[in-house]
């Protein structure tokens, strides 16, 4: 099984801030997907990464495989960003059997 | 496209009861999961099927719980009878495949077991 870790558990920034959340796995894998959870309760896949960085919009995906290792960065925060950032992923012999870390719940104050 | 389709929102029902969930997932994608949600947990895989096919169920917590995906549209899980621990967010997901894993979420349903 894997392990995924994420840090910090909470997280809260003043509007425009620069927001770095981490996650560590413990097993190779051959994808990272970072999922964003909205205060609603929705669940919205923001990225599936297996190498090097992904960036949509204000967010910036990264992913070490050989320290198994990824961030997710949010530039110029805003409120709107407010939510719990989830990292999952998968064993090395199930690519599709993900296993999510606990969540960071990140607030961006106005 | 509508998305993934979760019905119900909410449910809450007695210690006992039947409880059925459904989803229909985007049309197209060939595999569909089914996550359960707790505080205490997070988000936890139950099963998954691919080409409406069970793949792995490991992760159903006791025959309880059942799943079923007659065809490429449509899959409900079951849990007979309920149980209060059973109260969770239930979501349902489905993505393209092992060479599409880009997860599409429904919007889940929340469970009362009283």
């Known amino acids: 099984k894997n392990e995924v870790e994420q840090s910090p558990q909470n997280l809260t920034a003043q509007e425009g801030e620069f927001i770095t959340i981490n996650c560590s796995y413990s097993?190779?894998?051959?994808?990272l997907h970072w999922l964003q959870q909205h205060p609603g309760g929705g669940i919205v896949s923001l990225f599936m990464?297996?190498?090097g960085k992904k960036k949509h919009g204000r967010l910036i995906a990264t992913i070490n495989i050989q320290e198994k290792h990824s961030s997710l960065h949010i530039t110029a925060s805003h409120p709107r960003d407010s939510a719990v950032y989830i990292c999952?992923?998968?064993?090395?012999?199930?690519?599709?059997?993900?296993?999510f870390g606990q969540g960071t719940r990140l607030t961006i104050n106005p | 496209d509508a998305g993934v389709i979760q019905s119900p929102r909410h449910e809450v029902t007695e210690m006992g009861q039947e409880v059925t969930l459904r989803c229909k997932p985007i049309?197209?994608?060939?595999?569909l999961f089914w996550y359960r949600q707790t505080m205490m947990r997070g988000l936890e895989l139950l099963i998954y099927?691919?080409?409406?096919?069970?793949?792995?169920d490991s992760g159903m917590p006791e025959d309880r719980f059942s799943a079923k995906m007659p065809n490429a549209s449509f899959s409900t899980l079951k849990i007979q009878p309920s149980e209060p621990r059973d109260s969770a967010v239930y979501f349902c997901?489905?993505?393209?495949?092992?060479?599409?894993?880009?997860?599409?979420f429904g919007s889940g349903t929340q469970l009362s077991v009283l």
């Open positions: 990464l297996s190498s």
């Open positions: 097993v190779g894998i051959s994808a």
């Open positions: 999952a992923a998968p064993p090395p012999q199930g690519a599709q059997k993900l296993v």
């Open positions: 099927f691919n080409n409406n096919v069970p793949i792995d």
């Open positions: 049309s197209g994608h060939n595999s």
């Open positions: 997901a489905s993505s393209g495949g092992i060479l599409d894993e880009k997860l599409f």
